[in-house]
């Protein structure tokens, strides 16, 4: 079975610049959380969705907005970058049936804004 | 809010001994605790979980962990340490009345580092 797959690996982007961030989940999940890891820091939460709605958002700027897509893929896009944008992007997948506690990580998607 | 703090930046042990990774959490609802491991350049993965069964709790890899509420604490042991446990380990929280849509919460991150 395939896990929570993200593309792409590795972006470079510059500061004003946007850029969208994919993830699929994980056959059978029908919850995405999206997360963002700054260097030598733990993840940061950023979104929440199940079934296409926003479940619950954290602390970040309206520059930071997602969507979810009827087959359960998700984007996640920014707006405006910052230098301290740069950072690993994380999406995991989850399901109702264990409360979404227990998360499934995708290998990220390193972005570098310069 | 939920929070947690892990005590310890860098932990380094000799391969074969014991491994403590100390873990506090705050929560103001009944909270679900994990512990993820970061190998470099790799993805979170679950260690194990806790959600208010046992208080002990075995994970993969022959980690485990004890949630002690009196003491907010929910350390990771390993009995014998070996040079593939060498990663960044994080202490996560989830409130559990909150449904989980508050996201993971995750602690700064341990070091792990063994020594041969």
């Not at chain 1, 230098?83 to 989850?94: I, W």
């Not at chain 2, 002990?56 to 890899?61: A, D, R, S, Y």
């Not at chain 2, 962990?65 to 446990?85: N, Y």
Request: proline share 5%.
């Amino acid at each position: 079975d395939a896990g929570v797959t993200q593309s792409p690996t590795h972006l470079i982007k510059t500061r004003g610049q946007q850029v969208t961030l994919r993830c699929s989940p994980i056959s059978g999940h029908k919850s995405v959380s999206w997360y963002q890891q700054v260097l030598g820091q733990g993840p940061q939460f950023i979104f929440q969705y199940y079934e296409k709605e926003e479940r619950g958002r954290g602390n970040f700027p309206d520059r930071f907005s997602a969507r979810q897509f009827p087959n359960y893929s998700s984007e996640l896009n920014v707006n405006a970058l910052l230098l301290g944008d740069s950072a690993l992007y994380l999406c995991a997948s989850s399901t109702p049936d264990a409360g979404f506690h227990e998360q499934f990580f995708g290998p990220g998607t390193r972005l570098t804004v310069l | 809010a939920q929070s947690v703090t892990q005590l310890d930046s860098h932990v380094s042990v000799s391969e074969g001994t014991p491994v403590l990774l100390r873990c506090n959490y705050s929560s103001s609802y009944s909270p679900s605790l994990f512990w993820y491991v970061q190998h470099p350049n790799k993805g979170l993965q679950l260690l194990l979980k806790y959600t208010s069964a046992a208080t002990l709790v075995k994970g993969i890899n022959g980690f485990e962990a004890e949630f002690k509420k009196s003491e907010t604490s929910f350390h990771l042991t390993k009995p014998s340490a070996h040079m593939s446990d060498a990663a960044e380990y994080f202490c996560v929280v989830s409130d559990l009345d909150r449904g989980g849509a508050d996201g993971l919460t995750f602690g700064k991150g341990t070091h792990l580092i063994i020594q041969p």
